[in-house]
């Protein structure tokens, strides 16, 4: 099947985008995700058991032999681009990011430990690549593992590890005296410390870890973390664009809604040609933000050699898009729009946080260049 | 009856073109060699006017043979001469005519692109027997006589009138930028037809390029070039069979053809392989040496982002029509993408080569994109300005008010 063929969404990927939409409009209305926000762990533990076991979106891409649904990045990121509208602030996205990457590395005994907890909720997961400047390079890890008697420990920090706080399992990759690996840590392993970071985005927290000597379990035989960390860097990229369409989506109806209803000199604010223009350039920023986000993820789906390139314009054009959207959002909502009491600010934190945490523009621009043959 | 398979049909189409056309031998594919052939990158169609002229025997001798063999109007229904087969059967086929060197169809993107799809909708059966077949045939090239001195964004004033003579009709007026008027045998022409109300006042003909009172004159652009013309009608006479749909509902019939001008605008071959191709682009910067330059790797990445995602979207709204839900008028914002993407065309181009864009030095594929930032303007006006286009989706797609 070429990528032409599957970029209409099908049938079920839509029947999966109204489930979602209908359950997250009913269990995650502004109040309660403003007091999940407030809680200690960021989210509401009971309202993502509910997501993983009602909906059962927990395994989406892990294969059926591991307990998941065996689904490919398609329909992973209409799940993505729901939650994203939702600004959901449970770990989804990170327990995603390490099944990738425990599918990567290809450890068996490990997958056939933790993917199925991971898809069936009871345990959740995350990974911890990036160093104090955000960058993933297995080469520069930022933790080191050593091989002492007993097994492996891990030295170092890393930063920036989405739900460092709530993840039972943490993959990090870190530089061995042969060559850079992936290792599995565990949570309340001797010697990790866990610290909250703070942060712009209130629907998605982040933690820096520091290894003091932590054991942790080499996955598979080592070696190949740059290549593994290209995957989960890739399921990053995607899922970040599509979280980007989604949250596009949510501002562009509260802005459109808001100018057809707001009345100033008599008459709706949408009637004035400036605000109307900003509003079918927001329209512009959804269709090509969201096309892109589903073309690229098809293009990883079917395995297109130009999915890395897709990937990323996907992530440099539907980041750069939601900060605009979401901030012509505030704009158009006036005072309204500016204050704490709106949602409208959580999406523009989210939008910048986004973008930043996926690599930032600059690294985008480079890596476009790089793979278009520059 | 049942139709073919797409297989035995395309088999059969390949056989047919084999056996007239020589294989492209690239498999279709131009591939682009910095250095190589003409470093022209236009952005509007300036044809040398003999050439252009000396091309269309063989753009006519191509649609025959297309029609005599089934191939001219392939998802046209067959009431209408069409060969009544579904819409993947065409596309398909032109996918197939690109491995072939034939004579192609881009001078006819007027005629077979907006005018005829009008046609379509809003003659009436016999129009639409008599019409279609002669311009899917190349027999009758139409071009599209809307735009006035007067009646440019506000395309409901046009002032050209119609006044009925008996059994036809007169026509006075002036028109302007009309795409191929002076190779069209026919002209979809709106007029004004009565003093009544805004939008219901107009009447849509179909009138003869050729008949008395028509006078044709190439209009020269900014580029220096001339792809449009202005036509002149001084009292010209149209049978009232040429009338297309009823008296008062011309608004209608120029919307339609309209939107098809957006979709084909948004579509064309800009967007595809000619002068945005990533190669020629990656030329352009070796051949000033930037390559290595972290601003010019930068300015790059962006641009392939752009051109990438308008090529995406363009993409995804195929799939999403050819799963029956087509995008409305919405496609309009594709073509603001592409003005856009002209635009960060010229400025990386400007970025890249500095001097050598705007005085020639000889070297090759330089000082040609002059016509991309000569051009750009051009495509935020035709088809629609992004303003109107603006307008048109805040109020229809997105539900807003009208200005009061």
Known sequence: ???????ALTDDERMLQATLREFLTARLPSAELRSALDS???????LHARLISELGVGGLTIPEDFGGLGLSQAEACVVHAELGRALYPGPFLPGCL?????LAAGDLAACQEWLPRLADGSATGTVAPAGENGSWQAGRAPVQAEKAPGGWRLHGRSWFVLSGQAADIIIVPAAAASAPGMFLVESGAPGLAVTPMTGLDLTRRAAALAFDAVPARLLGRGGDAAGVLEQVERHFLLATAAEASGGISWCLDLGVGYARDREQFGRPIGSFQAVAHQCADMLADLQSAAAAARYAAVASAAG???AALAARVAALRGGESYRRVAEAAIHLLGGVGFTWEHDAHLYYRRAWSAQQLAGGPQAHRAAIADL??? | M??????DFLRQAEGWLAARYLAAGDGGQRRFTWGEGDDEVRVFQEPDPVAEADALPAIRRWRRELWDHGYGWIDGPAACGGAGLPAAYARAFERLTRRYRVPGDAALTVSLGMIAPAILRHGSP?????WLPLLYSGQQIACQLFSEPGAGSDLAAVSTRATRDGDAWRITGQKVWTSGAHLADIGEIICRTSGGPRHHNLTAFLVDMRAPGVTVRPLRQMTGGASFNEVFLDDVAVADACRLDEEGRGWQVALTTLSFERNAMGHSAFGGAGILSTARLIGLVHAAAKQADPVTRQEFGELISHLRVARYTQEVQAAQARAGDAPGLEVALNKIALSENMKRLAGFAAGVLGPALIADTGAWGTYAWTSVLLGAPGYRLGGGTDEILKNTIAQRVLGLPRAT
């Open chain 2, 126 to 130: 016999g129009q639409r027997r008599h």
């Open chain 1, 304 to 306: 297109s050699e130009d």
């Open chain 1, 98 to 102: 390490a099944a990738a990457a425990l």
């Open chain 1, 372 to 374: 278009a043959g520059l």
């Open chain 1, 40 to 46: 200690d762990a960021g989210y509401s533990m009971t």
């Open chain 1, 1 to 7: 099947m070429t990528i032409r063929d599957r970029l």
């Open chain 2, 2 to 7: 049942s139709d073919p398979p797409l297989e």
